[in-house]
């Protein structure tokens, strides 16, 4: 092998691993940004960086900081409230635009993590992110979507492949200099090993064995992290409650239903008769008339035609409960319509069909339409973590939407937060502790309030109190 065909092929490696290096390192601060905007922003922020939420819409953010220094951007992140205090021009405008609503302060992000958060705001803003697929603004991005999985596959695939390359060409180069140093040493040529030869010596097995170990290593610790995570997940329910009517149309309080959560650890799903405190009155809903209501009916056994709860109703056949849904349907068809029709008995008898498969599972061996609704689970945390709603709702005053978003303005309920071990402990550390009216902290507030009287601090935060021990959540 001559000298340039050599140089050649150290220029050919040299500019792969560059590239390759500064793909990785771009894609590596991306997905550092993206963690970091979901442990910290995104909770206030729409993550389509198009769309107000609590906060404004993100996207272009740096475009409007342009006419003041970065280092104003970052402090900004950091601590708003600061820069209000001191009467900058663009936080001052920002304020009075969406105050009385107060920015989170984040002291512990470095130049580099807010560096970051910008870049992931930016491709995503733009749609150029590694790996990224566009979703509809109304729907946000709450967490990856199957695409989006398959296309950051897709760039792996396409990594090893330059790594499977480069480990060729070295191994090439290798052999050639052996070739050339053993040559110039006996003064003969000896035998050259095939590509095959070199693809299969201990070096090369012993390389792709411990490749694999780290690689296989990496994706197992991966998933394991990930484990039970299940943000964005947005099942179908057995009956269709809409919490966009119950909460946000009628404002009806999320402790109403959820009673649980202002006096125990859960905050407990509501049993039929907690609907049926309303639903014996309401029986046609404004959004889907018979069709879900009455499932909830047939659920309890409770008659729509007598206003009455059926007795005996455990024992009774499916053709018998049939005939008294069926005919509360097709009267209040009746009475809407003027008269039964054929659309009317395809709707009574989609109806029906509704209510066998909301409330009945052949697989699990539940063949009877009598029983408690199955509801899907959707928030699950792990066993080993300890959480109290009535810690956070009573004593805490955390507000649902905190942790669950706007679920007023949601149809179908998704899980809105990450919950994951990060998130929990930024939000104990940027959380002030309310001490107004609130005898829970009365310990605490004789301990600092010398301390805030002084000004040697101006806030005491969940973490100060000991948030952030581990024994505080796991056992």
Same mark, same amino acid.
């Given at each position: 092998?001559?000298?340039?065909?050599?140089?050649?092929?150290?220029?050919?490696?040299?500019?792969?691993?560059?590239?390759?290096?500064?793909?990785?390192?771009?894609?590596?601060?991306?997905?550092?940004?993206?963690?970091?905007?979901?442990?910290?922003?995104?909770?206030?922020?729409?993550?389509?960086?198009?769309?107000?939420?609590?906060?404004?819409?993100? =996207?272009?953010?740096?475009?409007?900081?342009?006419?003041?220094?970065?280092?104003?951007?970052?402090?900004?992140?950091?601590?708003?409230?600061?820069?209000?205090?001191?009467?900058?021009?663009?936080?001052?405008?920002?304020?009075?635009?969406?105050?009385?609503?107060?920015?989170?302060?984040?002291?512990?992000?470095?130049?580099?993590?807010?560096?970051?958060?910008?870049?992931?705001?930016?491709?995503?803003?733009?749609?150029?992110?590694?790996?990224?697929?566009?979703?509809?603004?109304?729907?946000?991005?709450?967490?990856?979507?199957?695409?989006?999985?398959?296309?950051?596959?897709?760039?792996?695939?396409?990594?090893?492949?330059?790594?499977?390359?480069?480990?060729?060409?070295?191994?090439?180069?290798?052999?050639?200099?052996?070739?050339?140093?053993?040559?110039?040493?006996?003064?003969?040529?000896?035998?050259?090993?095939?590509?095959?030869?070199?693809?299969?010596?201990?070096?090369?097995?012993?390389?792709?064995?411990?490749?694999?170990?780290?690689?296989?290593?990496?994706?197992?610790?991966?998933?394991?992290?990930?484990? =039970?995570?299940?943000?964005?997940?947005?099942?179908?329910?057995?009956?269709?409650?809409?919490?966009?009517?119950?909460?946000?149309?009628?404002?009806?309080?999320?402790?109403?239903?959820?009673?649980?959560?202002?006096?125990?650890?859960?905050?407990?799903?509501?049993?039929?008769?907690?609907?049926?405190?309303?639903?014996?009155?309401?029986?046609?809903?404004?959004?889907?008339?018979?069709?879900?209501?009455?499932?909830?009916?047939?659920?309890?056994?409770?008659?729509?035609?007598?206003?009455?709860?059926?007795?005996?109703?455990?024992?009774?056949?499916?053709?018998?409960?049939?005939?008294?849904?069926?005919?509360?349907?097709?009267?209040?068809?009746?009475?809407?319509?003027?008269?039964?029709?054929?659309?009317?008995?395809?709707?009574?008898?989609?109806?029906?069909?509704?209510?066998?498969?909301?409330?009945?599972?052949?697989?699990?061996?539940?063949?009877?339409?009598?029983?408690?609704?199955?509801?899907?689970?959707?928030?699950?945390?792990?066993?080993?973590?300890?959480?109290?709603?009535?810690?956070?709702?009573?004593?805490?005053?955390?507000?649902?939407?905190?942790?669950?978003?706007?679920?007023?303005?949601?149809?179908?309920?998704?899980?809105?937060?990450?919950?994951?071990?990060?998130?929990?402990?930024?939000?104990?550390?940027?959380?002030?502790?309310?001490?107004?009216?609130?005898?829970?902290?009365?310990?605490?507030?004789?301990?600092?309030?010398?301390?805030?009287?002084?000004?040697?601090?101006?806030?005491?935060?969940?973490?100060?109190?000991?948030?952030?021990?581990?024994?505080?959540?796991?056992?």
């Amino acid at each position: 092998m001559t000298l340039n065909c050599l140089k050649n092929r150290f220029l050919v490696l040299f500019f792969s691993i560059f590239s390759l290096s500064v793909i990785a390192q771009d894609q590596a601060a991306i997905e550092s940004g993206k963690t970091l905007f979901k442990n910290n922003c995104a909770s206030c922020h729409n993550k389509d960086m198009k769309s107000k939420l609590t906060g404004p819409a993100l =996207g272009g953010v740096e475009e409007r900081w342009a006419d003041y220094p970065q280092e104003d951007l970052y402090t900004w992140i950091r601590n708003s409230q600061s820069m209000i205090s001191q009467g900058h021009p663009r936080a001052t405008e920002l304020w009075n635009e969406w105050k009385p609503t107060v920015m989170n302060s984040f002291p512990t992000l470095s130049d580099e993590d807010v560096a970051n958060i910008l870049a992931y705001i930016n491709c995503t803003y733009e749609g150029n992110c590694p790996g990224q697929v566009q979703v509809a603004a109304d729907q946000g991005v709450p967490g990856q979507s199957k695409g989006e999985q398959e296309s950051n596959s897709l760039v792996y695939v396409f990594l090893l492949a330059i790594l499977a390359l480069l480990a060729i060409i070295l191994a090439r180069i290798i052999s050639n200099l052996n070739y050339m140093a053993v040559m110039r040493e006996k003064g003969e040529a000896p035998e050259r090993k095939t590509l095959v030869e070199i693809l299969t010596s201990k070096g090369v097995i012993s390389f792709a064995i411990f490749a694999a170990v780290v690689i296989g290593g990496f994706i197992t610790v991966n998933n394991a992290i990930n484990l =039970g995570r299940q943000q964005g997940y947005e099942p179908d329910q057995p009956i269709k409650f809409s919490h966009v009517t119950h909460a946000g149309v009628h404002k009806i309080d999320c402790n109403y239903c959820h009673d649980g959560a202002r006096r125990s650890k859960h905050s407990v799903i509501p049993a039929a008769n907690t609907c049926m405190n309303c639903h014996k009155a309401i029986k046609v809903g404004s959004q889907y008339g018979t069709g879900e209501l009455t499932k909830i009916y047939a659920s309890v056994g409770y008659d729509p035609n007598t206003d009455k709860y059926i007795e005996d109703y455990e024992s009774m056949s499916e053709e018998d409960i049939k005939r008294i849904y069926t005919k509360w349907i097709a009267d209040t068809y009746i009475t809407d319509k003027g008269s039964l029709d054929s659309e009317g008995e395809e709707l009574i008898e989609n109806q029906w069909n509704g209510i066998v498969s909301s409330l009945t599972n052949e697989e699990a061996g539940d063949t009877k339409i009598q029983g408690p609704i199955e509801w899907v689970r959707i928030h699950n945390m792990p066993d080993h973590v300890y959480f109290n709603h009535a810690q956070h709702v009573s004593v805490g005053k955390v507000e649902c939407q905190t942790c669950h978003g706007k679920v007023e303005e949601m149809e179908v309920v998704k899980q809105y937060s990450p919950l994951s071990m990060g998130w929990c402990i930024n939000c104990h550390r940027q959380t002030e502790v309310k001490f107004a009216d609130n005898k829970y902290y009365d310990n605490y507030y004789e301990m600092y309030h010398e301390q805030i009287k002084n000004n040697k601090r101006d806030k005491v935060t969940v973490e100060d109190i000991g948030g952030t021990e581990c024994q505080k959540c796991h056992y």
